[in-house]
């Protein structure tokens, strides 16, 4: 993606352009995350309002301490599903003691500087793991465009959608045909608007128009569908956890699955954090700097019985593509969804539960995506498609840990070739006004990274040179951090050089290195 001029640093901008684009920024943002929070949550089997709360935390207090100065934090589809399992199994009260454990787990790790370690995390195992997400998101929100409710499993979603279709009068116009014109009208007017916006109107978010059109649809034919519910006070929205569930932590089952929530939800703020640098050519993140205020946040809506966080790509990719220039914009759309709540809760009650479960849809549809799988397979041959593969199958048949364990199990094979040799050696040099680098050895995702400090290091200007020709081998998961490396060196102007004949040049030149 190309970044828009506003993504300059902001030191080079006056600052009254800088807080201009920022407060413009955040606008959108507001408007792309009010129907993600609130679709999310309810999604996640808990009140909207809790979903945004955590917009709230997100922008305000997380969008202050952040070490990734762009990127938009709150509620992610991510961990919809891991969230309503623990709904499901021990009760909305003990969602609150969770994230609390599982943002001090966060907060210890950035203390510890372990957030590069994310960046190591195969790329097949990222998205395996959210096309089997996309596809429970989207198996449970179906029922929901029915007036139904989702099952307790994914696989339960999925079995019942045949009874679901066929149990649809369209003669008549129930509760349950009145939420499917609703939804159906919903996505809709996303994909009509994704797809034919006027380029003026690029930043008006489509699933802002999607929620207009069903909730203006429900009321002008006065359809009896269920609407949102939303307390006349954000305060009365707060849960704080009692001190006997915090007692109940000591069970090992839900220290467990604290972990788990800490290392999704960290896996993916941390890569969004990465997307994110690529679209911009400002300030790179400081990745532990980021998981401490992700903890931080974490720990502060499970006191307040909100809903997870993570830095979350589709509010974060429009808050720089709308211009944003410093963590201000993230800051003021926590601030206006605050505004938003407190001044105008009636109006969210408007809202039909199915519009949002249209959203949802879409939303889920999109994490399906085959793109990716089929460019592992191409580029780097079988074994990173299987793994994206048995992700994707154990997210969907058992749950989310176990399908990110069973893909995290499965990138070990990519070690075994190199047993005998996992040693790389990073060699650095400037010559002039070009950088050279040097890497010799076995280029594995337990190296990087070491390699990923070394290359964000990197000024941007100059020349660099990249020399892999003493690389014995070079897995997928580096391969494609090299990848995104080069195309971000080159989409700032910096010409980044592979010697010819080149180890694993080919492989490289593929992405767009000069």
């Not at 640093?9 to 920024?25: E, L, N, V, Y």
């Not at 203390?111 to 089997?132: D, E, N, T, Y």
């Not at 679209?279 to 019985?305: P, S, W």
């Not at 190199?418 to 040693?423: C, D, E």
Request: aromatic share 6%; charged share 15%.
């Amino acid at each position: 993606m190309t970044a828009p001029a506003a993504s300059s640093p902001a030191a080079k901008t006056g600052f009254s352009a800088t807080i201009s684009r920022d407060f413009i920024a955040s606008i959108v943002v507001f408007l792309v995350a009010m129907p993600l929070c609130m679709g999310i949550a309810v999604a996640s089997g808990v009140p909207a309002e809790r979903g945004l709360i955590t917009g709230i935390i997100g922008g305000v207090i997380v969008g202050a301490l952040a070490g990734s100065p762009l990127q938009v934090s709150g509620p992610a589809a991510g961990l919809a599903v891991i969230v309503f399992e623990i709904v499901a199994k021990h009760g909305l009260s003990m969602l609150g003691p969770i994230l609390v454990v599982a943002g001090l787990v966060q907060l210890i790790a950035g203390a510890f500087k372990l957030g590069q370690w994310f960046r190591a995390i195969s790329p097949a195992v990222v998205h395996g793991m959210l096309a089997g997400i996309g596809v429970l998101i989207v198996a449970g929100q179906f029922h929901v465009l029915f007036g139904d409710s989702p099952k307790a499993h994914g696989l339960q979603n999925l079995a019942a959608i045949p009874g679901a279709l066929a149990g649809v009068q369209f003669a008549t116009l129930t509760q349950v045909e009145a939420a499917l014109a609703v939804g159906v009208v919903t996505i809709g007017s996303i994909l009509l608007w994704e797809k034919f916006r006027p380029k003026a109107l690029k930043l008006v978010p489509g699933a802002l128009l999607g929620v207009i059109a069903g909730t203006v649809l429900a009321i002008a034919l006065n359809l009896d569908v269920q609407k949102i519910v939303v307390p006349e006070s954000i305060a009365a929205a707060i849960a704080i956890p009692g001190v006997a569930d915090f007692a109940k932590m000591a069970n090992p089952m839900l220290l467990v699955t604290a972990v788990a929530v800490a290392f999704i939800a960290s896996a993916e703020t941390l890569l969004s954090a990465a997307a994110v640098d690529r679209m911009h050519d400002g300030e790179r993140t400081k990745y532990n700097k980021e998981l401490g205020a992700q903890g931080i946040g974490n720990m502060l809506c499970g006191f307040v019985g909100a809903l997870p966080m993570t830095g979350v790509i589709v509010r974060s990719s429009a808050n720089v593509q709308a211009g944003a220039m410093t963590r201000m914009s993230a800051i003021l759309h926590g601030v206006w969804i605050l505004a938003f709540v407190a001044l105008l809760p009636w109006l969210l009650r408007m809202v039909p539960s199915a519009a949002l479960a249209g959203v949802l849809v879409v939303t889920g549809w999109k994490l399906v995506s085959l793109d990716h799988v089929r460019h592992l397979f191409a580029r780097y041959g079988l074994l990173p498609a299987m793994i994206w593969g048995a992700t994707f199958v154990m997210v969907v048949a058992t749950d989310l840990l176990t399908g990110v364990l069973v893909g995290m199990a499965l990138t070990l094979l990519e070690l075994v070739p190199n047993l005998k040799k996992m040693r790389l050696n990073i060699a650095q040099q400037d010559v002039g006004d070009e950088k050279e680098i040097r890497l010799e050895g076995a280029a594995t995702f337990v190296q990087l990274p070491k390699i990923a400090k070394v290359l964000d290091a990197v000024p941007n200007n100059g020349r660099v040179k990249l020399d892999t020709r003493g690389l014995t081998s070079l897995d997928h998961t580096v391969a494609e951090a090299l990848s995104d490396w080069m195309k971000g060196k080159a989409r700032v102007g910096v010409h980044v050089e592979l010697p010819s004949p080149c180890a694993f040049g080919d492989r490289l030149r593929a992405a767009g290195a000069h």
